[in-house]
């Protein structure tokens, strides 16, 4: 069955700091890939979308993500964060082996200190 | 364009109490789903939809009803609450299971 792990349940970073969530899945087809964000209290919010061509795809508010096919990874980069990006990251996948529906990771609370 | 409405954004049940969540969408999309989200767990399909008068179990459909009679609408029915379906509920919708989903602010459920 399809999977998705997201390793670091928290990171904690310096504002300015450059930060990296980890996303790896299982899956041996082609997949669509995502990544959502969910500030306290509120619904989830894409932040970035990978379904096909260049590996490197540009997001919303400075965020970045790299698909690797090879190693299965979708990891989430932002060079220099701020405190407003406190908040929960969540991976997700959609591919024929979970016949598309959306499968998410447990989530990574990044939390940013002054 | 409202996007998704959820109602109520919070309720208390007692066991044994049934209630329905309403979910729904100006945005035309055919698919919606509803999610329970746990602590530590992400987001869980409990049933989804890709069209009125279709409906299909998720991963967590145990103890929840879906009906989707038109476009807009896909409420979801708790039968007989229990306290181990105290969780925030998340409705979304889309074009296609594999677009991207647009989620409700949630409803937060405590069965006491």
């Known amino acids: 069955a399809q999977s998705v792990t997201q390793l670091d349940s928290q990171v904690p970073v310096f504002e300015e700091a450059p930060v990296e969530l980890r996303c790896n899945y299982s899956?041996?087809?082609?997949?669509?890939l995502f990544w959502y964000v969910q500030y306290p209290n509120q619904g989830l919010q894409l932040l970035l979308k990978y379904l096909s061509g260049s590996t490197l795809v540009k997001g919303i508010n400075g965020f970045e993500a790299e698909f690797n096919k090879s190693q299965t990874s979708f990891h989430l980069r932002k060079p220099s964060v701020h405190i407003s990006d406190t908040a929960e990251y969540f991976c997700?996948?959609?591919?024929?082996?979970?016949?598309?529906?959306?499968?998410f990771g447990s989530g990574t609370r990044l939390l940013v200190r002054p | 364009n409202a996007g998704v409405t959820q109602t109520p954004k919070f309720q208390v049940l007692k066991t044994g109490q049934s209630m329905t969540l309403q979910c729904a969408q100006d945005?035309?999309?055919?698919?919606m789903s509803w999610y329970r989200q746990d602590p530590g767990m992400g987001l869980r399909l409990i049933h989804y939809s890709v069209g009125a008068g279709i409906t299909d179990q998720g991963e967590v459909p145990n103890g929840y009803n879906v009906s989707r009679s038109t476009t807009e609408d896909f409420p979801l029915r708790l039968l007989s609450a229990a306290p181990s379906q105290t969780s925030v509920y998340f409705c979304?919708?889309?074009?296609?299971?594999?677009?991207?989903?647009?989620f409700g602010p949630g409803t937060r459920l405590t069965v006491l």
């Open positions: 979304a919708s889309s074009y296609a299971s594999y677009n991207e989903q647009f």
């Open positions: 945005m035309n999309h055919e698919y």
């Open positions: 899956s041996s087809v082609s997949v669509y």
């Open positions: 997700a996948v959609s591919s024929m082996d979970s016949s598309y529906k959306l499968i």
